[in-house]
């Protein structure tokens, strides 16, 4: 069965730093992957995705990604954090064969002026 | 049009009510998705409509009645709430389905509060 798992529930970092935030799937094919935003009362809002191709991926805000089959991981990066981007963080898993996104239980993030 | 739509934003309610969420999309997607989000917790999938139809129920309990009455809009009726069904309540849509690779536009949600 899928499995997603964010191990790290709460992070704080200093605004202009820089950020990591892990995830590792358990899936027996190459899976779909996401990185999802919620801020607080909101939405999700798509980070980024990878299906297949260059591992390192690029999305929006200045996230970029990392596939690591050989990790089962796909972290997410970014070299300087602005206050605003304090928020939730989901990491997702998919597959060619549901519809179903099986979803992290998330890292939220705190950011210190 | 690129976003995902959703009414009301708050909703408090009495277990003896009906009430009924509301949620919308004109980007053409063909699928549309019902979550339940719990405080700090991922959200949880509850029903997913494929071309107007039911095509994914988690079990979810009856008191919760999905209705899909065409491809832009999807409505979630509510009867008989509990106080531990209060949570936000997302909906979401995907271009066709056929394999979760395609990204899920999410709108912002409706609060419920049941007493």
Redesign the interface.
């Known amino acids: 069965a899928q499995s997603v798992t964010q191990p790290d529930i709460h992070i704080t970092v200093s605004e202009g730093a820089s950020l990591e935030l892990r995830c590792n799937y358990s899936y027996g094919a190459t899976p779909y992957l996401f990185w999802y935003v919620q801020s607080p009362g909101q939405g999700l809002q798509l980070l980024l995705k990878y299906f297949s191709g260059d591992t390192l991926v690029q999305g929006i805000k200045g996230f970029e990604a990392e596939f690591k089959r050989s990790q089962s991981s796909f972290n997410l990066r970014k070299p300087s954090v602005h206050w605003s981007d304090a928020a939730e963080y989901f990491c997702a898993v998919g597959s060619y064969n549901t519809d179903k996104l099986i979803f992290g239980t998330g890292t939220r993030l705190q950011v210190f002026p | 049009d690129t976003e995902?739509t959703q009414t009301p934003k708050h909703l408090v309610m009495g277990m003896t009510n009906k009430k009924s969420l509301k949620c919308e999309q004109h980007m053409g997607h063909r699928?549309m998705y019902w979550y339940k989000q719990k405080a700090?917790?991922?959200?949880e999938?509850m029903f997913?409509y494929?071309y107007e139809k039911l095509?994914?129920n988690e079990s979810v309990p009856s008191r919760f009645s999905p209705e899909c009455p065409n491809s832009s809009l999807l409505n979630l009726h509510l009867h008989a709430l509990q106080p531990e069904d209060s949570a936000?309540y997302?909906c979401?849509s995907?271009p066709q389905?056929?394999?979760?690779?395609n990204?899920?536009f999410?709108?912002?949600?409706t609060?419920l509060t049941v007493l």
């Open positions: 995902v699928a700090k917790k991922p959200p999938l997913v494929s095509s994914i936000l997302l979401a995907i389905t056929g394999g979760s690779y990204e899920q999410f709108g912002p949600g609060r």
